[in-house]
């Protein structure tokens, strides 16, 4: 069958400018593939220029797939393993493929960019087995320590901080297994046994703790209950009580925990029972002071008569005045609240002191012993400053001057004691 020339030559020759198809009359296209013509198939329906037209647009079809290849190779962020999987596609599409164009240039790009690609995946396959190997050391990290906190001793562990800390362990292994690596299957299941038997370890010494604890609690439950019972049952005894509910608060404090809210409850009934014994107490001292107001007041005054006694110059006549209000003061009687009391008592009790104070004096000068050791050393004094003043006189008349001066001093020494003992 003759054939149609569709853009230059019909025939292949080597020239760049060759055409890259042909139509013959029947409508058979065909393809240059090197130096010979290959049939990629037939368009018996229409003139030349249309049959070649859609073979080649299947021709732009696979150029375009080889192009959005290189671009997505280039842009990064797939898979090199993925991109030679599309690449190994594309070269079984443009092997034979019915279109026409330079499928040889096509085939040439997808083998440069499958050698790059080569390159990409043993990069990629390093890097995973280093993040396999380092997923394998985190998640290996989170058994060990999930092994070293079921090794501990149950008794010593403070279970509500470690049943957070192994549930936050428990968070980072599902993190790491949802968002790292796939680990191999074996290495997988062994550090995952491992690990779940560290949570079951825990877990069992923790239902033991708090097995323990409930009964614990239950003693101690029963126990606070009893001393609150007898702590309400003291309610008759008012303010007597006290003595004993404090008894029974020491019982309380030495009970242990029944459990926060169990607690919770029993402290405030006993708490309650003890506010009525001491409000017992709070209700007669108020009633006392209350009561005692007028007998402060008299106090008061008593104090503000007496203020002047230790001035008295006449001290028989300031202790007598001070007896007066002593018994005046013991007569008015005893007040409330205590503070007051202390108070007004401090107070006579500085005047009391100023009159014994000056008897102490009185009775030091007037002390017959006192006098009479007074009056003896006076004579010492007054022997001893006549013989001085005789032996200033000689000295004086002889004019030695060193023994005046000896005898001046000595004579205005002895002078001064006399002058200090009232001599």
Do not use: C
């Not at 149609?4 to 240059?32: F, I, K, L, Q």
């Not at 959005?68 to 962020?77: F, P």
């Not at 106090?299 to 001290?315: C, G, N």
Request: aromatic share 6%; proline share 3%; no cysteine.
């Amino acid at each position: 069958m003759p054939e149609v020339p569709v853009t230059t030559e019909s025939t292949p020759d080597s020239s760049e400018n060759a055409p890259w198809g042909r139509v013959d009359d029947d409508g058979t296209v065909s393809v240059r593939d090197g130096d010979q013509w290959r049939v990629v198939g037939q368009f018996p329906d229409g003139d030349p220029e249309e049959a070649l037209a859609y073979f080649q647009r299947k021709y732009a079809d696979l150029a375009s797939e080889v192009t959005l290849l290189e671009v997505r190779h280039r842009r990064g962020g797939a898979s090199a393993s993925d991109l030679r999987h599309t690449a190994t596609t594309l070269r079984a599409k443009i092997s034979g493929a019915s279109a026409v164009g330079d499928l040889a240039a096509l085939d040439a790009r997808l083998t440069a960019i499958t050698g790059e690609l080569e390159q990409a995946s043993a990069t990629e396959a390093a890097a995973a087995r280093e993040a396999v190997d380092a997923a394998i050391a985190e998640r290996t990290a989170l058994v060990e320590r999930a092994e070293a906190l079921a090794s501990r001793d149950p008794g010593s562990i403070q279970w509500k901080q470690t049943s957070a800390e192994l549930t936050a362990l428990f968070d980072q292994w599902q993190a790491q297994q949802q968002n790292g690596p796939r680990l191999p299957k074996s290495t997988a299941q062994q550090l995952w046994t491992r690990f779940r038997d560290a949570r079951a370890t825990l877990e069992r010494h923790r239902r033991a703790f708090y097995a323990g604890l409930d009964e614990t609690h239950k003693l101690a439950r029963d126990q606070k209950t009893r001393l609150v019972e007898r702590a309400e049952a003291l309610a008759s005894q008012g303010e007597d009580g006290i003595p004993a509910y404090r008894a029974l608060l020491d019982q309380w404090k030495s009970a242990g925990r029944a459990g926060k809210k169990i607690d919770d409850a029993l402290w405030a009934r006993f708490k309650a029972a003890g506010d009525a014994l001491y409000g017992a107490r709070v209700e007669r001292e108020s009633a006392q002071a209350e009561e005692s107001k007028e007998r402060i007041e008299r106090k008061r005054e008593l104090l503000a008569s007496a203020r002047d006694i230790p001035d008295e110059k006449d001290i028989a006549k300031a202790r007598q005045r001070l007896t007066a209000v002593q018994r005046e003061w013991d007569e008015i009687g005893r007040i409330f609240p205590r503070e007051a009391e202390r108070s007004l008592d401090d107070d006579l009790r500085k005047i009391e002191q100023g009159v014994k104070s000056r008897e102490d004096a009185d009775w030091k000068r007037n002390n017959p012993e006192t006098k009479a050791r007074a009056n003896d050393l006076t004579r010492q004094l007054t022997d001893a400053i006549a013989k001085l003043e005789d032996e200033l006189a000689e000295a004086q008349a002889s004019g030695n001057a060193r023994r005046i001066k000896d005898a001046t001093e000595a004579l205005e020494a002895r002078k001064a004691w006399l002058r200090a003992i009232g001599g």
